[in-house]
């Protein structure tokens, strides 16, 4: 409607790290002046963009905390010296009104706090603490913070606009109908939402209803980066009122989105609410822009690319922010390794990874063959260091047969690997995908060996799925199309092959699929159409190899429930799926 206020907003999706709380200031004054220079009266950052998400236990360190604090008084009189003081800045921190939940000298109703502060003119002239806080999946956040009990509410020029954080939009009620009670224009919700695949679309639909729940735009910033297992793939958002898409950025790289909303004052409603309403006034000045600028909408990209795009950035963040300067890892000539390769090099570059050839008496010449043209299609530092000698030399010292000879010689590339990485500082990778994970298809101390595995949630037929796709794109294809076609094999003894013990993976997948990522249980399993001899079998591997998975490597998740942080199993743990079970 002509007379409306417009208010020009940003949202900085940007990449911070856990514990940086310098580096992370630094970053929102840099986006800061961008969003100035563009003209924006209000910009947003990601949860907790101070101090990085998740901090996990750092919550219950006081220093830490109040290094935060510090850090965000620090920042608001840092941007007004920056000459930015009449720009409104909203950004995630850790803040505590109390001890933590867990300690003895607790106060109900106080503890750490998820928080979020509005910056204006070298003051913090808000805060607001997170209401709503997760506790499933990867999400721990009961163990940590204190849930809030207020809205905060702040007037910039002629627009009232709601703080929220993260989880506040994914459930129903809250502070969004606390939003619609009060009034607002707008809804910041600032989010640190790790990636799985499709789940921006997810979100898209989520914030069509809360905007209309909080009869309110919408804007949604969400973290882009990896930390650890984490990626953050960004697709921050802006929706209207009435659920329409406004303006989406991209996914997996940091971009400032600039958006007009043209909003107005509103009466509140009657009604109920959970959540008290803190209404704050500022000084902030809506001046009306020189030109219109909308924030365009991104275009979604493919399973197979938005994929990709989360390992690399999940194996570069964890290599960068680490502070290790390259990568190692057994490049066998097979799949696994190969898409590895594939994707330290986008990553990293090459100049920057280095492949390792370790031939034994049983490694084909077609799979030695297959690493050294991967080697030069991508231009990776590659080495051959042959083991069957050092094998050879234990075995003259031990009387070993059959599985254990096959393990020796992973274990011998295992120790070879971890001494080039002590010797020269290279991060060791380890290459086994998902389903080999799921059913201890892998050697602890061998083939497990390393700090981390880029396809740990990556299941076998999708690592295929993965090198196809990679292929098509412009360049040279990095992946041989042997290594694609050919059997899979560990080649740990004459003409091995993978289905000598396990199911073909086009069958075993969804049986891991079912198991492990749905908690399906075997009659459900059975009932679906797989086999119930192959479900007992792989159900029983799966069980067993809990042990040799509480021992792996951290790695990207990119699916709903990925082992480590999202699946927690006991080792010792004697229940089986289609057990008689006596009764009480």
Same mark, same amino acid.
């Given at each position: ?78 941007? @007004? ?50 209401? !709503? ?38 459930q129903a009620g809250g502070p969004f109908t606390a939003a619609r009670r009060a009034g607002v224009g707008l809804v910041v919700n600032i989010n640190a ?150 994707? @330290? ?80 500082? !290279? ?158």
């Amino acid at each position: 409607m002509w007379g409306m206020p417009t208010l020009r907003i940003a949202l900085a999706q940007v990449n911070s790290t856990v514990g940086d709380i310098r580096g992370n200031a630094d970053s929102v004054r840099r986006w800061s002046r961008q969003a100035a220079d563009a003209g924006a009266h209000l910009v947003a950052f990601p949860e907790m963009m101070l101090t990085g998400y998740p901090i996990e236990d750092l919550v219950f360190r006081n220093s830490f905390v109040e290094a935060s604090r510090r850090a965000l008084r620090a920042l608001a009189a840092d941007l @007004a010296a920056d000459g930015l003081g009449e720009l409104a800045v909203v950004v995630g921190y850790v803040d505590a009104d109390g001890p933590p939940a867990i300690s003895s000298d607790a106060v109900p109703g106080s503890g750490r706090r998820d928080a979020s502060a509005l910056l204006h003119r070298g003051e913090v002239v808000a805060t607001y603490y997170k209401h !709503h806080l997760p506790n499933y999946g990867v999400f721990d956040e009961d163990r940590y913070f204190e849930p809030g009990d207020t809205l905060t509410v702040a007037r910039l020029g002629g627009v009232d606009v709601a703080l929220t954080v993260c989880e506040d939009i994914w459930q129903a009620g809250g502070p969004f109908t606390a939003a619609r009670r009060a009034g607002v224009g707008l809804v910041v919700n600032i989010n640190a939402s790790p990636y799985e695949l499709n789940k921006d679309d997810v979100r898209l639909a989520l914030v069509r209803r809360r905007a209309v729940e909080a009869g309110a735009t919408v804007a949604f910033v969400n973290m882009v980066g990896g930390q650890d297992e984490l990626v953050f793939d960004g697709g921050s958002m802006i929706v209207s009122e009435t659920g329409e898409l406004l303006a989406r950025t991209g996914q997996f790289s940091e971009e400032l989105l600039v958006h007009d909303l043209e909003l107005d004052l509103k009466e509140p409603e009657p009604g109920p609410t959970a959540l008290k309403i803190d209404r704050v006034a500022t000084d902030v000045v809506l001046t009306p822009p020189a030109d219109t600028r909308r924030g365009g909408i991104a275009d979604r990209v493919e399973d197979a690319a938005e994929i990709w795009s989360a390992l690399v950035l999940g194996l570069r963040d964890y290599v960068n922010k680490n502070r290790f300067r390259s990568v190692i890892f057994g490049l066998s000539g097979g799949i696994d390794s190969a898409v590895v390769a594939a994707i @330290a090099v986008d990553a990293l570059g090459p100049e920057r990874v280095v492949g390792v050839s370790l031939p034994s008496g049983h490694s084909s010449d077609h799979s030695k063959d297959d690493a050294a043209d991967l080697a030069k299609r991508t231009g990776l530092d590659y080495r051959t260091e042959p083991i069957q000698a050092m094998v050879d030399a234990f075995l003259a010292n031990l009387s070993l047969s059959g599985l254990a000879v096959e393990n020796l010689q992973a274990r011998v590339r295992g120790v070879i690997l971890m001494a080039l990485s002590n010797q020269e500082g !290279h991060l060791v990778l380890t290459t086994g995908n998902k389903s080999e994970l799921a059913v201890g298809y892998s050697t602890l101390y061998g083939d497990s060996v390393g700090g981390f595995n880029p396809l740990k949630d990556v299941p076998k037929t999708m690592v295929w799925q993965l090198a196809r796709w990679r292929n098509t794109q412009p360049g040279t294809p990095p992946i041989p199309e042997n290594s694609i076609t050919k059997a899979p094999s560990a080649e740990l003894r004459p003409d091995q092959k993978d289905s000598d013990s396990l199911p073909d993976y086009e069958i075993l997948d969804p049986i891991i699929k079912g198991y492990v990522d749905q908690d399906l249980g075997r009659d459900e399993l059975i009932a679906a159409g797989n086999d119930p001899a192959l479900v007992d079998r792989t159900l029983r591997m799966i069980d067993l190899a809990e042990y040799k998975r509480r021992q792996s490597a951290p790695g990207t998740k990119i699916s709903g429930k990925a082992f480590g942080r999202d699946r927690r199993l006991p080792i010792t743990n004697l229940f089986r799926e289609g057990q008689a079970v006596d009764p009480l």
